[in-house]
């Protein structure tokens, strides 16, 4: 199996949608996806979200699946933090960035919202934890992989070669992906970032029909977007 995260284009949060860029962008990546086809088409409740996945679903003839966990609400609620006296995502102050990259919070493995310094949030943080695990956890299975909990790794359950294409957001991605692929959430929001319409494939590959440990293929690409000579700023922040 094949799961394409597809980050929404470049929005406006209030009202949620999308600018006329975003709307160029979703268009070029249903051309993208287009070119292989994709099996299934899932998508974040959010307006956003959706109208990134419209183009695709008309492309291809597809029906989005609405994954209502998937929405960025929910993780907004669990894991934003007051910093700076203004609310924003635990990992962007300095201070949260710097605790992030310690030795300590790296011995806490997947309990790192367990230190100290993270007190005032801890209930917040285990709860978005618990309930990302345990979505993603059934969104997997449907598909046909079951977690092993000890080992991070899954179950092959029911063969799927399919493309399954999934239209959703940053926030919500760093902690779908990072759980999927067994990194604590600390780690991986310091080192990786999203650009709007980013697409990041991550290949299910099967040892024996039996064992599944999947890979990242490419992470947050926006060839689409060099491909049809749209803007390459990253998320209108820098240029490359």
């Given at each position: 199996?094949?799961?394409?995260?597809?980050?929404?284009?470049?929005?406006?949060?209030?009202?949620?949608?999308?600018?006329?860029?975003?709307?160029?962008?979703?268009?070029?990546?249903?051309?993208?996806?287009?070119?292989?086809?994709?099996?299934?088409?899932?998508?974040?409740?959010?307006?956003?979200?959706?109208?990134?996945?419209?183009?695709?679903?008309?492309?291809l003839k597809k029906e989005a699946i609405l994954?209502?966990?998937?929405?960025?609400?929910?993780?907004?609620?669990?894991?934003?933090?007051?910093?700076d006296g203004m609310r924003t995502w635990i990992?962007?102050?300095?201070?949260?960035?710097?605790?992030?990259?310690?030795?300590?919070?790296?011995?806490?493995?997947?309990?790192?919202?367990?230190?100290?310094?993270?007190?005032?949030?801890?209930?917040?943080?285990?709860?978005?934890?618990?309930?990302?695990?345990?979505?993603?956890?059934?969104?997997?299975?449907?598909?046909?992989?079951?977690?092993?909990?000890?080992?991070?790794?899954?179950?092959?359950?029911?063969?799927?070669?399919?493309?399954?294409?999934?239209?959703?957001?940053?926030?919500?991605?760093?902690?779908?992906?990072?759980?999927?692929?067994?990194?604590?959430?600390?780690?991986?929001?310091?080192?990786?970032?999203?650009?709007?319409?980013?697409?990041?494939?991550?290949?299910?590959?099967?040892?024996?029909?039996?064992?599944?440990?999947?890979?990242?293929?490419?992470?947050?690409?926006?060839?689409?977007?060099?491909?049809?000579?749209?803007?390459?700023?990253?998320?209108?922040?820098?240029?490359?």
């Open positions: 199996m094949l799961l394409y995260y597809i980050r929404h284009g470049d929005p406006i949060y209030d009202p949620d949608s999308l600018t006329p860029l975003g709307h160029r962008q979703a268009e070029s990546v249903a051309k993208r996806l287009a070119l292989f086809g994709v099996d299934k088409v899932y998508a974040s409740t959010s307006n956003r979200a959706i109208q990134t996945a419209q183009p695709t679903c008309e492309m994954l209502d966990f998937a929405n960025e609400k929910y993780a907004w609620q669990e894991f934003s933090v007051e910093a990992f962007r102050p300095r201070k949260y960035r710097r605790l992030f990259a310690s030795p300590n919070i790296r011995k806490l493995g997947d309990t790192w919202y367990e230190h100290p310094d993270l007190s005032p949030y801890k209930d917040n943080f285990k709860m978005g934890l618990e309930r990302i695990s345990r979505e993603t956890d059934n969104f997997l299975l449907s598909l046909g992989y079951e977690r092993i909990p000890e080992d991070g790794i899954y179950r092959v359950v029911k063969p799927n070669e399919e493309r399954i294409a999934l239209f959703a957001h940053e926030g919500f991605g760093y902690l779908f992906i990072s759980y999927i692929l067994n990194i604590p959430y600390p780690i991986f929001t310091i080192h990786f970032e999203m650009c709007h319409s980013g697409m990041t494939v991550i290949e299910f590959p099967s040892q024996d029909n039996e064992l599944c440990i999947p890979k990242v293929l490419t992470y947050s690409n926006n060839g689409h977007l060099y491909h049809d000579n749209l803007p390459l700023d990253f998320n209108h922040r820098i240029k490359f």
